[in-house]
């Protein structure tokens, strides 16, 4: 699986989201079907030229939306590559040639490793005082040493989706404990429904949301080694096996996790997915649906779900960098319109300035409501810019072999602990 906006909130890390990232649609996704690669900007006459880059989006129209945000900038020519395929792949590429995008997006903004190696331009100055206006943990989150790297473009969650109908009829409770969920799965499940669906898989993103749920991070509170070496995350996962060894997980579907489909379809009673599919299912269902964060797991849990954005990024190599920053305050800062309606007309999304969620028609009720409230009151970044590929290599593995092979957690993720010890001087040197 690529790694998309789909993907981009799975885990931390981009091995732990192949296994499994936000948001929004790859190019083989059910909210419709992306285009070849091609370029388009602005009118000519322009002195800059500008070249931004995106990846290649699965909801309908937002390749010609992208183009006419583009086409509106009168300051120079922007000429808009969509790219399909391994947009990390690729983007990692061109980063090291002399054929770099001027603007780029990166997810969750660009990595540490583009940071240290001074590939993106600091955009501090270029967000300005507008700072405030975004989400701060996903600033945070796209900052280093003090310094901003990449703008948010419109936010993204994961969310349990459950069928109303069918809860009140088997006499159940919205559930907010993992043992609440457990219980419903199991009662909801029948001979041609399974009670929740996570991922094909049996697992999909969900190490991440126990994560959460069970009170713990990726980190300790000075990120100098793993926080999650602790035994209500080894209790958590090993509930989760007891789960996914209960026969009340759906494991086979028409479509993964990040499709909506399973749900909408029936074939499950529950199911963890995205934001970014609740229009699709409200098209099917109605109102027969509601949202809810990841369920409290343990005694020090707490409902939770993560989140991730885009970040736009300006090249610190390219050949018309502050031509490229002033582009990038003006479409993701100052163009409040044209963020509403990017978050807001390709399938469901929210403002990565909070202030204009409420213009949002799909946040202003029901279960869009809901969602805008759950990410304000239990979201949480999905991961730290800190956290490498390799450490989600090691921590992917160990979790597969918790949940599927029934490892002991505390020897496995002992020694993902040391990985993430290593790695973290590494980066930070």
């Known amino acids: 699986m690529n790694l998309t906006r789909r993907n981009l909130i799975t885990l931390a890390g981009s091995a732990v989201a192949a296994g499994a990232l936000s948001a929004c649609g790859s190019n083989k996704g059910g909210i419709g079907e992306g285009s070849s690669p091609s370029a388009s900007g602005s009118a000519a006459g322009n002195a800059v030229i500008l070249t931004q880059w995106y990846h290649e989006y699965g909801e309908a129209g937002t390749q010609d939306a992208v183009k006419k945000y583009a086409a509106g900038y009168d300051k120079a020519s922007v000429q808009v590559k969509w790219n399909a395929g391994d947009y990390a792949k690729l983007l990692s590429a061109a980063l090291l040639t002399k054929d770099i995008p001027d603007v780029f997006e990166s997810e969750m903004g660009p990595s540490i490793d583009m940071i240290k190696a001074g590939q993106v331009a600091d955009l501090t100055d270029a967000i300005g005082e507008a700072k405030s206006r975004f989400n701060p943990e996903l600033i945070e989150r796209m900052s280093y040493e003090g310094k901003i790297y990449g703008i948010p473009q419109v936010v993204d969650m994961h969310l349990l989706y459950y069928r109303r109908s069918l809860l009140e009829k088997a006499g159940l409770q919205p559930p907010k404990t993992f043992t609440e969920l457990v219980a419903a799965a199991n009662k909801l499940k029948t001979k041609d429904m399974g009670g929740l669906f996570v991922g094909n898989d049996g697992i999909g993103p969900i190490p991440t949301a126990l994560l959460y749920a069970s009170g713990n991070d990726w980190f300790d509170e000075g990120r100098t080694k793993a926080g999650f070496l602790d035994a209500s995350f080894y209790k958590a996962l090993t509930d989760f096996r007891d789960l996914f060894n209960s026969g009340a997980l759906l494991q086979s579907a028409s479509k993964d996790w990040f499709d909506g489909s399973p749900f909408a379809n029936e074939e499950t009673a529950m199911q963890w997915g995205g934001l970014w599919s609740m229009t699709d299912i409200q098209k099917t269902l109605g109102d027969d649906f509601g949202v809810l964060p990841f369920p409290a797991v343990g005694d020090k849990g707490k409902q939770a ?77 999905a991961s730290d810019i800190l956290w490498s590929g390799a450490m989600g290599d090691a921590f992917n593995a160990a979790v597969s072999n918790i949940i599927k092979k029934k490892a002991d957690p505390a020897k496995e993720l002992a020694a993902v602990g040391s990985r993430v010890t290593a790695e973290l001087k590494r980066v930070k040197g």
């Open 305 to 381: 779900t993560m989140f991730g954005a885009f970040g736009a990024c300006v090249a610190a190599k390219g050949a018309n960098v502050e031509a490229a920053k002033e582009y990038v305050k003006w479409l993701w800062v100052d163009q409040t319109d044209h963020q509403v309606d990017f978050a807001n007309n390709y399938g469901t999304h929210v403002p990565a300035q909070g202030e204009l969620a409420p213009k949002c028609t799909k946040l202003a009720e029901g279960a869009g409501a809901d969602a805008a409230k759950i990410l304000a009151d239990f979201g949480k970044p």
